[in-house]
């Protein structure tokens, strides 16, 4: 069965985003227990588990034709937020053949990709593309092949160049990022990327990542959940347009915290890549509001412990501390204290009415 795209959603201005009932239920929430703590938490990106959004290589759902187009929007202001480094190019054609041929094994309806050789045809229903073209050669397509596929792809991208034991970024399609810049990061190193984060360089999270990282195998791609919070379905927060988003931390109010407060999960994705030796960094966005998460009881239960006990130093960082305390307040209503199962799943199957 085909997906149905809700095709007039938008990420700006007027929002109109909006979780299907079922898109609600396939959300990664992304706490499995009732207090958070940075960690490595890298598992194995087998196809199932504990949320939908699991089943694939590359997740598609209903939002898919609007974030392709909230992307194009993006580019259009400001081409910048696609960048490759000269000599990434293999990792270039690794990535649209990686992107091609999952898209088109996982959801045949939507997309296909038929080769002879070297010249290849991809079409994109969804879209309406239909591209041939002669794989390694890039002037044979529109654009260059990695920013070509990433336009198609829901999530950022970013290119991990593996060098003197250490892993650099030398690529990306950025733009649903929360509050951090391609422009200023391109080329940096493993640790100088993460820098900005608390607590998790003090207790050796991102030295225990690289080690592992480091080792990571072609065929064997490993995934993590990593979320924050966002006011307003607005998928660019960057630090380039914090003008646009920025003062909306100041707007929210216990009458409109429910509706305006969205949680963003990044399903995060690292596939090694078989010719350039490069990693591919997936960055897959995820929003869902506040009252849509009431909806399910044990999420909205556990929103609320992990907020409670969240460390200052990472609400700090998250951006939460505006607003932090009138969310707590708001969800207290809904928490009896009541033991709540392990894991991320929810447990039920049929939503609460929206209140």
């Not at 703590?37 to 598992?43: A, Q």
């Not at 081409?79 to 990434?88: A, D, E, F, K």
């Not at 940096?188 to 990571?216: C, K, N, T, Y």
Request: aromatic share 10%; hydrophobic share 35%; charged share 25%.
């Amino acid at each position: 069965m085909g997906i149905e795209f809700r095709r007039d959603e938008r990420f700006r201005e007027s929002f109109s985003y909006r979780n299907s009932d079922a898109g609600v239920l396939r959300f990664p929430f992304p706490f499995g227990e009732d207090r958070y703590m940075y960690s490595v938490n890298i598992e194995p990106h087998t196809r199932g588990g504990p949320s939908p959004a699991f089943a694939h290589a590359f997740d598609v759902d209903e939002h898919y034709v609007a974030e392709c187009r909230e992307r194009a929007l993006v580019l259009a202001d400001d081409p910048g937020r696609c960048q490759v480094l000269p000599h990434m190019m293999p990792a270039q054609w690794d990535t649209l053949e990686l992107l091609m041929e999952s898209l088109s094994a996982d959801y045949p309806e939507h997309f296909s990709l038929t080769k002879d050789g070297d010249a290849w045809r991809w079409i994109n229903r969804p879209l309406g593309l239909d591209q041939s073209f002669v794989f390694g050669r890039p002037e044979t397509l529109p654009c260059p092949p990695f920013e070509y596929i990433t336009r198609q792809a829901q999530g950022d991208f970013t290119l991990q160049d593996q060098r003197d034991d250490n892993l650099f970024v030398d690529g990306g399609m950025v733009t649903t990022q929360a509050d951090w810049s391609l422009d200023f990061d391109i080329g940096m190193s493993f640790h100088e990327w993460h820098g900005p984060v608390p607590l998790a360089h003090d207790i050796g999270v991102f030295d225990r990542a690289l080690r592992f990282l480091l080792r990571l195998q072609y065929g064997q791609p490993v995934r993590r959940l990593n979320w924050t919070m966002t006011i307003n379905p607005r998928l660019d927060t960057s630090p380039e347009n914090y003008p646009d988003w920025g003062p909306d931390r100041t707007t929210v109010t216990p009458e409109n915290v429910a509706d305006k407060v969205h949680l963003r999960v990044e399903l995060q994705t690292l596939f090694r890549l078989p010719r350039s030796n490069a990693i591919l960094f997936g960055i897959r966005c995820y929003l869902l509001s506040v009252r849509d998460i009431e909806r399910v009881e044990k999420w909205r239960k556990r929103l609320h412990r992990v907020l409670t006990t969240l460390p200052p130093e990472l609400a700090e960082y998250k951006g939460l501390t505006r607003y932090r305390d009138t969310l707590i307040a708001h969800l207290a209503a809904g928490d009896d204290g009541a033991a709540l199962s392990p894991g991320i799943q929810p447990d039920q199957t049929a939503l609460a009415a929206r209140s």
